[in-house]
């Protein structure tokens, strides 16, 4: 598995976001290179607690523009929003004396939810807030 790179196609036009999209895939790095150099126990901890305030923080903030804007799709987006965080939460709630195997284990849930959710669900508002408030909107 090698880390992730920024792609064009994970951009969703809306430059606040997209910065928070990289963000993220930033900590997903570094929890793949701690998994990659089997000391991925030593940074579980931080990533879960990192990723309990992220998700509230844009999530909120995805939400809200959406909610500004109109979007249409809002509710849909909310419900998805709640399972990543009942997933975290479930992990965390496992998360005791940190194993490299809860590590891998968030490591591979992360890698694919993250990407899947940008392309096929935060793609979707994109372009309409970019077409409402234009790319610049916060
Ligand atoms: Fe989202």
Redesign the pocket.
Known sequence: MPVIAWKEIYETGIVA?DDEHRKLIDEINRLYEAVRDKRGETVLGDILAMLESYTVD??QH??KLMKEYDFPGLAD?KK??QE?IDAIQDLKNRFTAGTEELARELLKFLRVWVLE??ID??KK?GSFLESRGGRFIK
């Open positions: 976001l844009h999530f995805e939400e987006h998805v929003h990543l959710h940008i669900v935060d508002y």
